[in-house]
């Protein structure tokens, strides 16, 4: 099975495309990553970010700032509050994130266009 680098992993290059077809690049913008707010449930037991989406405050809290970190969609990076820039600049939808690396090699400039168009045809004549 093919793989690719990125960050100093190797990654199969099918598992990056799935990861792809979770995020529309053309929807992501170049953002510094901060901290985020989080509906906590009362019993504490779960998460999730907060996005201005109505909830139940029977069930739920908003927490300021909660979201300590994100992944990127596709190779998993850390993106946090770090004086090293590659853990701070990414890419966002306001809800998934992509580290500079991924978006500047799979979305910019289109590394896995190729990979792509293979695994479709596969797809369609399996």
Not at 17 to 39: F, I, N, Q, S, T
Request: hydrophobic content about 30%; some cysteine.
């Amino acid at each position: 099975m093919k793989t690719i680098k990125t960050h100093g992993d190797d990654w199969d290059i099918p598992y990056i495309l799935d990861m792809l077809e979770d995020v529309k690049g053309d929807e992501m913008v170049a953002a510094k990553w901060a901290p985020r707010d989080a509906l906590v449930r009362l019993d504490g037991s779960r998460a999730t970010i907060y996005t201005g989406q109505e909830f139940d405050p029977a069930q739920y809290r908003i927490e300021r700032n909660f979201w300590d970190h994100d992944h990127c969609q596709v190779c998993n990076w850390t993106l946090c509050v770090s004086s090293d820039p590659e853990h701070v600049d990414g890419y966002t939808d306001g809800y998934f994130w992509m580290c500079a690396e991924c978006y500047q090699r799979f979305v910019a400039k289109k590394e896995l266009n190729d990979e792509k168009r293979n695994q479709h045809q596969q797809r369609q004549s399996g």
